[in-house]
C-alpha cells in the first residue's frame, strides 16, 4: 500500500467512524468523537494533498467489481489542490464544531448533525478523486443531500425548511444539467471514464453544448448569479461550522467541476466560453457585493459575500480560459492560478468569517446586527479573528485576499495583449468591475466589523456577550494563522499552484517561477510586490513611530465622555446603525436596489412636533430574481398541472405506460440496428 | 543596495518633512486667491508641535483599535511615501509594491481609520466612517483603470518602470491615453485626500464633513499623527500626478547633484500641482454628496477612454 492509500484509507476511516459514532453514542461523547473522527479525516485528506502537491506523485485506485462501471480514482494537480482546500476547512470546521453544537446534546439533532457533517466530508474527498463520470455523479448527490439535510439541522428555526428545499430543487435542476453534460461528453463510452472523455473527438457544437451543461450545473453549484438565489438562504440557517464548510469548499466544487470539464476533459475551447465565464465572474462580484451591503443578518451578509468571491475566482478561470483559446498559455495559467489562489484563501477567509459570525450567535443568540455592538470588549479574541478575516476578504495587504486579487488584477490587465476590440474594452471593464467590488466590499466589512464589534451593545444580550469556549477559538485560530500565511507567501504558492496545474488540458508545463517577491514577467505583462516585506516595512515603520512618539510627544492620556455637542450620557441609540452606514451606498445604487420605504409617525393628538412613536421599514426586493424566475416558475407550475392528467393514480394505467414504453423502445432499437 | 535603500529613506524622509508645507502651501495659496492674508505656509509645523505636545482624550467607549488604528494610518501611509518615486527611479523598491500596492495600502489606512470613526460610539464618527468608505469605494474603478491605462503603455505596474518608460519614450507622455489618464487621475486624488469639490478640508462640525467627522474623536498626538497622514496623502499623489506623468527631473544616477536636481525639480512640481489644487478650490463650491457618484462616475469614463484610445489609436 502506497503511503497516499493509506492517507486516503485513514481519510475515509475518519470520517466514517465520525458518522457511526454519532449514531452510536450520545451527549457529549457522540459530540467528541464527532469532531474527532472529522478532524482525523480532515488531517488526513489535507496531509495527502498538500503530499501530492509538493512532491508531484499522483494516486490511482479503482474498484471496478462495484455495481455499474465502479469506482475509479485518481489525484492529479488539481485533485491535489481541491483536497488540501478541503482538508483545511474541515479540519478548522471540526474543532470548532466540538464547542459550537454543545446545545444539541441530548438531542437527536445532533445525530444528524454529527453524521451528515462526516458524510459530506467523506463526499467531498472522494469527489476531487473521482476519475469516471459515475462516482463523480454519485459523490455530487450524496455531498447536495448531505448538505440539504445539514441546513435542515435546526428546522425548528423560521425559514429554514423554506430555505433548504430552494436548495434541494435548485440542486438538482444542476444536476440534471450534470447528468446530461457527462452522458454527451461520455459519447457512447459505457465506462464513463474521465480518460476516455479526454481523448473522445466531438464536433464543436456538441463540445459548446456540453460546456454550456456544465457551467449550468457547475455554477448553480456555485452560486453563480443569476443561480445563485438558494445560497443566501440555506447558507445562513446551517449551523455555523457547517456555513463555514459549506461556504469555504462545498461551492469551490462549482470551480473544480468547472475546470475538470472545460479545462481537462474538453481540453478547453474557443474564446467566448472563457468570455461568458469572465462575465458572470464579474456580474456575480459587483451584485454579490452590492446585496451584501444590504444585508444586516450577519450570516446572509456573509453568504452574499460568497457570491461575490465566487466572482472574483471566476474571473481568473475565465480569463484562463480565454488566454488559452488566444494562444497565451503563460497568461492562461496565471488565471488558473490567480483563480485557484483565491479559492483557497476564499475557504480560509470565508470559513473564518463564518465561524466569527458564529461565535457572535452563540455569545448573543442573535445574527442581527442592529442588535449587536461592543462585541469587541466582551468577546476580545472573536474580534481579533474576524477583523482578520475582514481585513483578509476586503483584500486589504498583507493578507491573503490581497495577494489573489492582485493577481487577477496582474491577468485581466494581460488583456491588453489581445488584439481585439471586445477584450481590448471588455478587460478594462472587468477590472473596473473587480475594483469596485472590492472598495465596496471594504465598506462592507467596515460596516460588518464596526457595527458589530464596536462602540455600545445594542441589546441586552449582546451587552451579556462573553467570550465562546477554547475549541471554537482554536477553530478560527488555524484560519486566522492561514489568512496571515497565505498572504505572506504568494512566492511559495505561486509556483506549486501553476506546478499542479501544468498538464493539464493544453497548458505548458513550465511553472511560473518564484522568489521572495513576486515577479510576474508574462510576456509583456510585469509586476513586482512583495507582501512578507510590505509587512515587515509597514510593522517597522508603526513600531518605529511609537517609539519616537513615546520619547518625543506628550504622554498623559485622560479618558473623557464621547462628545455629544453638549448632551451628557451616551446611548447606544445615538450611534449609528448599519442601515444608516449602507444609506449613502443605497441611494447611490437606487436603480439597482429599487428600495421600497414605509415610514408611519404617531403624532401627539396636541402638536405634530411631539412625536410618540416612528417606525421606518426598508426592503430591497432583487428585483431581477423576480424578472428571470417567475416566469420560469409559473411556466414549471403549468408543465407540472400537464404531467398531473398523464399521472391518473390508476395501477392499470401505469402498466400500460410501461408496456407501450417497452414496446416502442423495442421496436426503436430494432429499426437503429 | 545600500545606496538604493538610502534613497528610499531619503524619498520617505523628504516626504514626510515636505507634507505639512503643501498643505500649507494651498491653504497659504486659497487665502491669498480670497483676498485674505491668510497663515503662512509653515503653519501646519506649528500646529503639529502644539498637538503632539497636548495630552489625549479618549472616549471611555473606545477600545484598543482606537489606540491602534493612527499608527496603522501613519505607517501604511509613509510606506507608501517611500515606495511612490519622489527622488529617483528606478529603485530596488519597486519590488515591494507596485501600483497595486500603493492604491490597497491606502484602502488600508481607511479601512482602519473609518473603523476607529466607528469606535466611540459617536454618530459623527458613525457619518464620517460611512460616507469616507463610500466615495472611497466608488474611486476605487477610476483609480484601477487608470493604473490599466500606464500599465498598458508601460508594460508594467511597477512604478519604477512606468516612470522610466515614459522618460525613454517622451511622445507618449502627450498621448492621449496619459492625458486622460492624468485627468482621472486627478480627480480621484481629489476624493481620495478630501479636497474640495468632494469634500471640505475647512469645515468643522457641518454635517457636510467626511474626513473630519471621521476623525473627530482625536485630539493630541493621535490627531496629530492622522493629520500627518493626511497631509502625506496629498504629497503622495502630487508625486503620482507629477513623477508618473511628466517624469522628467527624477534622478537617474544616485550623484549627490541629480538628487539635489530631482528635489528641486520635485518641489516646482509640487508648487504647480498645489496651485493647480488651490484655484480649483476657490472657484467651485462643494458637491451634495449625493452628486459625488456623478464626478466619479465621469472621472471613471475619462479613465476607461484612456485604457481604449491607446488600443484604437495602435
Known amino acids: 500500500m502506497t503511503p497516499e492509500l493509506l492517507l486516503l484509507a485513514v481519510s475515509v476511516a475518519g470520517y466514517t467512524g465520525g458518522a457511526l459514532a454519532a449514531l452510536a453514542f450520545r451527549g457529549v461523547a457522540a459530540r467528541a468523537l464527532v469532531a474527532a473522527g472529522a478532524l482525523g479525516g480532515s488531517l488526513a485528506t489535507l496531509a495527502l494533498g498538500a503530499w501530492c502537491l509538493a512532491t508531484g506523485t499522483t494516486l490511482a485506485f479503482a474498484a471496478p467489481w462495484l455495481p455499474l462501471t465502479g469506482l475509479a480514482l485518481r489525484a492529479d494537480g488539481l485533485s491535489a489542490f481541491f483536497l488540501t482546500v478541503v482538508g483545511l476547512a474541515a479540519a478548522a470546521a471540526s474543532i470548532y464544531g466540538f464547542g459550537y453544537s454543545a446545545h444539541h446534546d441530548g438531542r437527536d439533532s445532533l445525530r444528524l448533525l454529527g453524521a451528515m457533517f462526516n458524510v459530506l466530508l467523506l463526499s467531498l474527498t472522494v469527489q476531487v478523486l473521482a476519475d469516471n463520470a459515475l462516482t463523480f455523479l454519485v459523490t455530487w448527490e450524496v455531498m447536495s443531500l448531505s448538505a440539504y439535510f445539514l441546513v435542515l ?92 464548510v459549506l461556504s469555504g469548499v462545498v461551492i469551490k466544487m462549482g470551480v473544480y467541476g468547472l475546470m475538470r470539464v472545460a479545462l ?76 485557484l489562489y483565491h479559492t483557497l484563501n476564499h475557504a480560509c477567509f470565508k470559513g473564518l468569517l463564518f465561524l466569527g459570525a458564529g461565535s457572535v450567535l452563540y455569545a448573543t443568540r442573535t445574527r442581527n446586527m442592529e442588535d449587536l455592538g461592543g462585541l469587541i470588549t466582551r468577546m476580545p479574541r472573536t474580534a481579533v479573528c474576524f477583523l482578520v478575516g475582514a481585513a483578509a476578504i476586503s483584500a486589504l495587504p498583507p493578507l491573503n485576499g490581497f495577494a489573489s486579487e492582485w493577481l487577477v488584477f496582474q491577468t485581466l490587465m494581460g488583456g491588453a495583449l489581445v488584439p481585439r476590440p471586445e477584450v481590448a474594452i471588455g478587460m478594462p471593464i472587468a477590472v473596473a468591475m473587480l475594483a469596485l467590488t472590492s472598495g465596496l466590499a471594504v465598506a462592507c466589512f467596515v460596516k460588518a466589523f464596526g457595527i458589530t464589534f464596536l462602540a455600545l451593545p445594542r441589546s441586552t444580550e449582546a451587552a451579556r456577550a462573553r467570550e465562546v469556549p477554547a475549541s471554537m477559538q482554536v477553530g478560527m485560530l488555524v484560519l486566522v494563522g492561514m489568512c496571515v500565511a497565505l498572504g505572506l507567501t504568494p512566492f511559495l504558492v505561486v509556483p506549486v499552484l501553476s506546478r499542479a496545474l501544468t498538464g493539464l488540458g493544453r497548458l505548458p508545463m513550465t511553472p511560473i517561477g518564484f522568489s521572495l517577491h513576486l515577479p510576474l514577467s508574462v510576456a509583456g505583462v510585469t509586476g513586482e510586490m512583495s507582501p512578507l516585506l510590505l509587512a515587515v516595512g509597514v510593522a517597522l515603520l508603526g513600531v518605529l513611530t511609537a517609539i519616537v512618539l513615546r520619547l518625543l510627544a506628550d504622554r498623559r492620556l485622560r479618558v473623557g465622555d464621547t462628545w455629544g455637542c453638549g448632551r451628557i450620557g451616551q446611548t447606544p441609540r445615538m450611534e449609528y446603525t448599519a442601515t444608516a452606514f449602507a444609506e449613502p451606498l443605497r441611494r447611490v445604487f437606487a436603480e439597482l436596489y429599487r428600495p421600497t420605504e414605509d415610514l408611519s409617525i404617531d403624532f401627539h393628538p396636541k402638536s405634530k412636533y411631539f412625536v410618540r412613536t416612528i417606525a421606518y421599514r426598508s426592503e430591497v426586493q432583487p428585483w431581477f430574481e423576480r424578472l428571470l424566475y417567475t416566469p420560469f416558475l409559473s411556466a414549471l407550475r403549468g408543465a407540472a398541472a400537464g404531467v398531473r392528467q398523464v399521472q391518473a393514480g390508476s395501477l392499470h394505467l401505469y402498466l400500460a405506460y410501461m408496456t407501450i414504453t417497452l414496446l416502442a423502445l423495442l421496436v426503436v432499437a430494432r429499426w437503429s440496428r | 543596495m545600500t545606496v538604493d535603500v538610502m534613497m528610499a529613506a ?130 476605487e474603478p477610476t483609480l484601477a483603470v487608470a493604473i490599466f491605462a500606464l500599465a498598458r503603455s508601460a508594460g508594467s505596474t511597477n512604478l519604477g518602470e512606468i516612470a522610466a518608460r515614459t522618460i525613454a519614450d517622451p511622445l507618449s507622455a502627450v498621448s492621449p491615453g496619459h492625458l486622460l489618464a492624468f485627468a482621472a487621475l486627478f480627480i480621484v486624488m481629489l476624493a481620495e485626500t478630501g479636497r474640495l469639490p468632494i469634500d471640505n478640508p475647512a469645515t468643522h462640525l457641518e454635517l457636510t464633513m467626511i474626513h473630519e467627522a471621521m476623525v473627530l474623536e482625536y485630539s493630541g498626538r493621535y490627531l496629530a499623527l492622522i493629520e500627518w497622514a493626511a497631509a502625506l496623502k496629498l504629497l503622495v499623489f502630487f508625486a503620482l500626478l507629477g513623477n508618473l506623468f511628466v517624469p522628467w527631473g527624477l534622478a537617474r544616477a544616485f550623484t549627490l547633484e541629480a538628487v539635489m536636481t530631482a528635489a528641486g525639480v520635485f518641489a516646482v512640481k509640487v508648487g504647480v500641482l498645489a496651485v493647480a489644487v488651490a484655484v480649483l478650490e476657490t472657484r467651485v463650491a462643494k458637491l451634495r454628496l449625493f452628486r459625488v457618484p456623478e464626478l466619479l462616475t465621469a472621472s471613471f469614463v475619462l479613465a476607461l477612454l484612456a485604457v481604449t484610445s491607446s488600443f484604437l489609436l495602435r
Open chain 1, 153 to 244: 439541522v435546526e428546522h425548528d428555526q423560521p425559514g429554514t425548511v423554506r430555505a433548504a428545499n430552494w436548495y434541494l430543487a435548485v440542486s438538482h435542476a444542476g444536476f440534471a444539467a450534470l447528468i446530461a453534460a457527462f452522458l454527451v461528453l461520455a459519447a457512447g463510452d459505457m465506462t464513463g471514464s474521465f480518460a476516455a472523455m479526454r481523448s473522445v473527438g466531438l464536433t464543436p457544437g456538441t463540445r459548446d453544448l456540453v460546456f454550456l451543461l456544465a457551467l449550468v450545473g457547475f455554477g448553480t453549484k456555485a452560486g453563480v448569479i443569476p443561480l445563485h438565489v438558494w445560497l443566501p438562504m440555506a447558507h445562513p440557517v446551517a449551523p455555523s461550522h457547517v456555513s463555514a
Open chain 1, 264 to 339: 481537462d476533459l474538453l481540453g478547453g475551447g474557443p474564446a467566448w466560453w472563457g468570455g461568458i465565464v469572465l462575465g458572470l465572474g464579474a456580474v456575480s462580484a459587483l451584485l454579490g457585493v452590492l446585496y451584501a451591503l444590504m444585508e444586516h443578518d450577519l450570516k446572509r451578509l456573509l453568504a452574499y459575500h460568497s457570491v461575490e468571491n465566487m466572482g472574483i475566482i471566476l474571473l481568473g478561470v475565465g480569463a484562463g480560459l480565454m488566454f488559452q483559446s488566444y494562444g497565451l498559455p503563460a497568461l492562461a495559467t496565471l488565471g488558473f492560478v490567480a483563480g
Open chain 2, 10 to 139: 531619503a524619498q520617505g524622509l523628504l516626504a514626510l518633512a515636505l507634507a505639512p508645507a503643501v498643505v500649507g502651501l494651498v491653504r497659504w495659496l486659497k487665502a491669498r486667491l480670497q483676498n485674505r492674508r491668510g497663515a503662512p505656509p509653515w503653519q501646519p509645523y506649528r500646529e503639529l508641535r502644539k498637538l503632539f505636545q497636548k495630552e489625549v482624550v479618549v472616549s471611555r467607549h473606545a477600545s484598543w483599535l482606537f489606540h491602534l488604528a493612527p499608527f496603522v494610518v501613519f505607517a501604511s501611509t509613509l510606506a507608501v511615501a517611500v515606495i511612490v518615486p519622489v527622488l529617483a527611479v528606478p529603485l530596488l523598491v519597486d519590488r515591494i509594491g507596485d501600483l497595486l500596492v500603493v492604491v490597497y495600502l491606502l484602502l488600508l489606512g481607511t479601512f482602519f481609520l473609518a473603523l476607529a470613526g466607528l469606535d466611540p460610539g459617536s454618530a459623527f464618527g458613525g457619518m464620517g466612517a460611512s460616507r469616507g468608505v463610500t466615495v472611497a469605494a466608488l474611486a
